[in-house]
Structure formats: C-alpha cells, structure tokens
C-alpha cells in the first residue's frame, strides 16, 4: 500500500512540475504577443495557471490510468537492462543433437543479481551425465510503477509491478530468432 502512495506523490509532483514549465513558457509567449497587440493590457498569470491545470489534468489521469504509470524511462538502469539484451541475450548453446534425444534431461535455471532492478537468468539442459546440451540467456527488469490490470469479468485492480524480460523490449528476442552457436 505504501508503494501506491510513493508512485501517486511522484506522478503528482512530475504533473505539477510539467504544468508548472508550460505555463510559465506560455505566460512569456502570450506576454510577448499582449505587448506587441495592445501596449495597455497584461495577463495574469494565476489564470493561466488555473486554466492549463484543468485543462490538462484529465490528460494526465487518462494516460496515468491507461498506460500505467511507468517510469521506466526515466531510470536510467532502463537502458542498461535495453543494452545488455542487445548485446548478450538470446544465444542457444547446442553442443549436439544426438544428446538432445536422450533421456534423463533436466533444465537448470541460473540467475545473477546485476543491479537492484536488473538480473541476468539462463536456462540450462543437461543430459543425465550433467553435460550441458542447450542453454538460453535472457535479462529480467522489475519495472515499478502504478498499472491498471484485469478485465471486466474479474474486476479491475492496481498492480504495482511487473518483470520485464528481453522479448517484451523487441520482437527479435522471441523463440524463432535467436542465434544458434555449436560448443566445441
């Protein structure tokens, strides 16, 4: 529950302080233009405020209750999870078919904490003699944020959270695209 309240007052202040930007840049804009126009009347600035804020607050709940609020691309291990699937994530290991037909197999998963959002997991096949025939490297992201899930059926709730992996980032990461390499 604390969690809800944290990501409420962060997406208050980020709307207040887009608000804020804007209408400051349009209160120059339309000073600039009310001088040029008419040398004797100004603007008020506390009601250009107040017009933008209503204005935009439904905007902003809108995207807040449909998209999520998300701020994945404001951290900046994001992009370090998006570059490290490019560059690692995807490879099958396959040392022989032959192995693969055998009885006895068994899939190990292996994870490793790289950052405190970030974990590196590879899933290993390995025959009853343990040697390793096929193995998937993959990267998973606990993005947080305020998300609006369910159906109408069951009944709509916020989550909070939800783990990323390399396929939901780019559709290149799937089942059928990845690269097959052969251990020697």
Do not use: H
């Not at 439904?58 to 999520?68: E, N, Q, R, S």
């Not at 998963?109 to 193995?135: H, L």
Request: net charge neutral; with cysteine; glycine share 6%.
């Amino acid at each position: 529950m604390l969690e809800f309240f944290v990501n409420l007052l962060i997406f208050i202040l980020i709307f207040f302080f887009f608000v804020f930007i804007f209408s400051i840049s349009l209160y120059f804009i339309f000073k600039v233009f009310f001088k040029i126009k008419n040398k004797t009347k100004t603007i008020n600035f506390k009601t250009i405020f107040k017009n933008l804020a209503l204005f935009l607050l439904p905007v902003y709940l809108l995207l807040f209750l449909a998209g999520g609020c998300s701020y994945k691309y404001m951290d900046p291990q994001y992009y370090e999870f998006e570059s490290l699937c490019y560059l690692n994530a995807g490879k099958v290991l396959i040392e022989d078919e032959s192995i693969k037909n055998k009885t006895g197999i068994r899939v190990t998963p292996t994870s490793k904490q790289i950052t405190d959002r970030i974990a590196e997991t590879g899933f290993e096949r390995k025959n009853k003699n343990q040697i390793v025939y096929y193995r998937i490297d993959t990267y998973l992201y606990d993005n947080y944020g305020i998300f609006l899930e369910g159906d109408e059926g069951a009944g709509f709730y916020f989550g909070y959270m939800e783990i990323l992996s390399c396929k939901d980032i780019d559709k290149k990461f799937k089942k059928d695209d990845w690269q097959v390499e052969t251990l020697e």
